[in-house]
C-alpha cells in the first residue's frame, strides 16, 4: 500500500527506516513546506513523488494512507483534511490538542467509514500482554498503585516550549505515562488531581494522581527540564514489578516485597517497534476497519479528555 507522509520530521525518519523493512508498505509521497528536508527524505528514503503543498499530497490519488507527523498545533486540521478527502489516516501523538477537536474528526471519519488511528507506538506493542498476564496471575498480588514518569532535558526545543506550538511536557511526554497506566488498569478513574511548573505558559513539569473506583492510586511525571528514569512501577501487596522505558519497553523486572528479584524479561523488537502499529494499519485497511482494537476511539477520546482535565486542574 502506498504511504503518504506529510511532515518531514525527526520521527518520521525514524518511523520510515523501520517501514523500508516492510513488504506491504511502499514509501510513495511525501509532504514537506521546506524544500530542503523534502530533497534529504526523498533522496534518503526513495519517494516516488514529493510535494512543497500538504493539500496536494491529501489530493493524490495513488496514496492509500497518510501519516501525519507535523507539530502538535497542526494535527487537527490535517487528519479532518485527509478524512474529507476519503484517506485512511495515522497521526502522531499527541492526537490533537483537545477532546473536543479529538471527538470532531473521530466523528468524522465513523461518519464516512475512514480508518483513523492515533500513532502512539507503545498501545500496539506486545508488551501490554506480558504485563497483564503476570499481573493475572497474581505474582505480585493486588495491585494498589502504578506509577510511571518520563523526562528529557528539553528547553532548548521550540516544539515543546512554545504555547503556540502546542508545547508542554504533558502532550510531548506525558501521554507516554498516561497510556502506560491506561493500557494495563483502564481508563475508568474516578478523579484526578495535577499541579505543574508553569513557564511562559507552557508547563514545563507535572504531575497528576488518579483514583480508582476500587482504591488503586495511578501517578505519572513529566519533565522537559531534565532526565527521569524513564520508568513504570506496578506495586501489589506480594510484590512489584519494574518496566524500563516507559516510551518504549525494553526490560521487566518482577520483585517480591522485600526486593528479591523472581524474574527478568528482556523485550526485543523484530525492527525497532514502530512496525507493531502500521502493521496494525495494513490488516485495518484490509479489513474494511475503521479503528484499531487495540487503541479504539473511545480510549483515545479518553486519553484526550483526560488531558484536557489535567490542564484544567493545574491551572485552577
Known amino acids: 500500500m502506498n504511504l503518504g507522509l506529510i511532515g518531514c520530521s525527526k520521527i ?6 523501520t517501514l523500508q523493512n516492510l513488504d506491504e508498505i511502499n514509501l510513495f509521497a511525501c509532504a514537506s513546506r521546506e524544500k530542503e528536508k523534502l530533497d534529504l527524505f526523498k533522496k534518503e528514503f526513495s519517494f516516488k513523488k514529493t510535494y512543497l503543498n500538504y493539500e496536494d499530497l491529501i489530493n493524490e490519488k495513488e496514496v492509500d494512507f497518510i501519516y501525519i507527523t507535523l507539530i502538535n498545533t497542526l494535527h487537527y486540521q490535517y487528519i479532518k483534511r485527509c478524512i474529507e478527502k476519503g ?3 495515522i497521526c502522531e501523538k499527541p492526537f490533537t490538542m483537545t477532546y473536543k477537536e479529538a471527538k470532531e474528526v473521530i466523528s468524522l471519519a465513523k461518519a464516512k467509514n475512514i480508518l483513523l488511528m492515533d500513532a502512539t507506538w507503545t498501545r500496539y506493542m506486545p508488551y501490554i500482554d ?3 498476564k503476570i499481573i493475572n496471575s497474581n505474582q505480585i498480588g493486588n495491585v494498589y498503585m502504578i506509577s510511571a514518569n518520563l523526562g528529557y532535558s528539553l528547553l532548548s526545543a521550540d516544539r515543546v516550549t512554545k504555547k503556540e506550538l502546542g508545547g508542554g511536557s504533558l502532550l510531548d511526554l506525558g501521554v507516554y505515562p498516561l497510556n502506560f497506566i491506561f493500557s494495563l488498569v483502564g481508563s475508568d478513574y474516578t478523579n484526578l488531581k495535577s499541579t505543574a511548573k508553569i513557564v511562559d505558559e507552557v508547563e514545563r513539569s507535572e504531575v ?3 483514583n480508582y473506583p ?4 495511578g501517578l505519572i511525571y513529566s519533565t522537559i527540564e531534565g532526565d527521569t528514569n524513564n520508568t513504570g512501577y506496578i506495586y501489589g501487596d506480594k510484590g512489584y514489578i519494574k518496566v524500563k522505558d516507559v516510551n518504549n519497553p525494553s526490560l521487566i523486572e518482577v520483585y517480591e516485597t522485600d526486593g528479591k528479584l523472581l524474574s527478568t524479561i528482556k523485550l526485543t523488537h523484530q525492527y525497532s517497534g514502530y512496525e507493531y502499529e502500521f ?8 479489513n474494511k476497519k475503521v479503528e484499531s482494537p487495540k ?7 479518553k486519553v484526550q479528555l483526560t488531558l484536557d482535565k489535567i490542564k484544567e486542574s493545574y491551572l485552577n
Open 208 to 210: 497528576t494522581t488518579f
Open 12 to 17: 518520521a525518519a525514524k518511523v520510515l527506516k
Open 295 to 301: 487503541y479504539p476511539h473511545k480510549e483515545i477520546l
Open 214 to 217: 476500587n482504591g488503586l492510586i
Open 87 to 89: 484517506k485512511a489516516v
Open 279 to 286: 502493521i496494525e494499519l495494513i490488516d485495518l485497511i484490509k
Open 130 to 132: 506480558v504485563l497483564k
